[in-house]
């Protein structure tokens, strides 16, 4: 968790434009890095590392920062950010919405979609980069949330900067490893109970969605389970069903695979589940081929099942 700081006063003023491009680019992701000031810019980054979690605070000039689609096109690894203001105000465009963030509220964006920020004066943030494929979130439950106003000095969203914070204060302690992947973990759940705490209300099921959702939970041990299954349960068409799970953004095949992740998931996470093998943790959720079930694992979180169990 050392700590770097990259400050553009460091280095010759013909050189500052470069140099805080390539900053910005590295210690966060690809971006466009447009500064409004005519003059010389002027910013600094702090930037620590905790198992793979990001942490960056990062403070300039007038600018606009976008991300594009061939920069998206090209990412090796995608993101879930949250960007918590601490001086100035940003407009943060993303999936077709606009937020407005100033000082102590914040905003979520994803990196593997298109998104800008436009500052209207001089600028400080606090950053997390978090890697997505370590959250048990789907795909449609983050689209719900990107470029929405969170307010840090109220309900779940309160829980935010003084992690921030004492994280900050953390860095450059000597933390164990063990310590580390705690805290990772830590950051993850406070995501997850953002996004959660959003989605719900953003994004209302049919009524088909929601009773096919709750038999494919009640069954999701059966390794057979399948969408004609749902469907008779549901006394609906299968092809309906597909319609119906195509407008949610999802298929009904993925939905029962990502109930079978998310269970294993967290029970791989269980301590008093540590005695059972792996194996047989994927066919207490419809996985009984220990290969494809490690597989499935690895492509939806980006480690493997023992992996996970480890951290």
């Known amino acids: 968790m050392a700590l770097v700081t990259l400050d553009t006063t460091t280095v010759a003023e013909t050189d500052r434009l470069d140099f805080w491009r390539s900053t910005v680019c590295d210690q966060f992701v690809p971006l466009d890095v447009r500064p409004s000031t005519g003059g010389l810019v002027s910013g600094r980054v702090t930037a620590a590392s905790v198992a793979g979690t990001h942490l960056r605070r990062i403070a300039s000039v007038p600018h606009r920062f976008d991300r594009t689609v061939r920069q998206v096109r090209s990412a090796d690894e995608d993101f879930l950010q949250i960007a918590l203001a601490r001086r100035g105000r940003t407009l943060v465009v993303q999936d077709g919405r606009e937020a407005v963030i100033g000082p102590g509220e914040f905003v979520i964006y994803d990196s593997s979609r298109p998104f800008t920020f436009v500052t209207s004066d001089c600028f400080e943030y606090q950053v997390c980069l978090h890697p997505k494929g370590s959250l048990p979130l789907s795909a449609a439950e983050t689209a719900a949330v990107t470029a929405i106003t969170f307010d840090g000095r109220r309900g779940i969203g309160a829980m935010l900067p003084p992690l921030l914070s004492s994280l900050n204060r953390a860095i450059g302690d000597d933390v164990p490893e063990a310590a580390q992947e705690a805290v990772a973990r830590t950051i993850g759940d406070v995501f997850v109970a953002l996004v959660r705490s959003t989605v719900p209300a953003a994004v209302p099921e049919n009524l ?5 959702r709750g038999f494919i939970r009640e069954h ?4 057979d ?13 299968v092809s309906y069903l597909h319609k119906l799970f195509a407008e949610e953004g999802t298929t009904v095949a993925g939905a029962i695979r990502e109930e079978r992740l998310q269970g294993a998931w967290a029970d791989l996470r269980r301590p008093e589940l540590a005695h059972v093998g792996v194996g047989a943790i994927g066919a207490r959720w419809g996985m009984p081929d220990p290969a494809a079930f490690s597989r499935a694992f690895r492509t939806r979180f980006g480690r493997s099942p023992k992996a996970h169990r480890e951290s």
């Open 225 to 237: 389970l399948d969408p004609a299954g749902v469907a008779a349960a549901c006394a609906i068409s």
């Open 220 to 223: 999701i041990a059966d390794r």
């Open 208 to 212: 088909h969605v929601t009773r096919a």
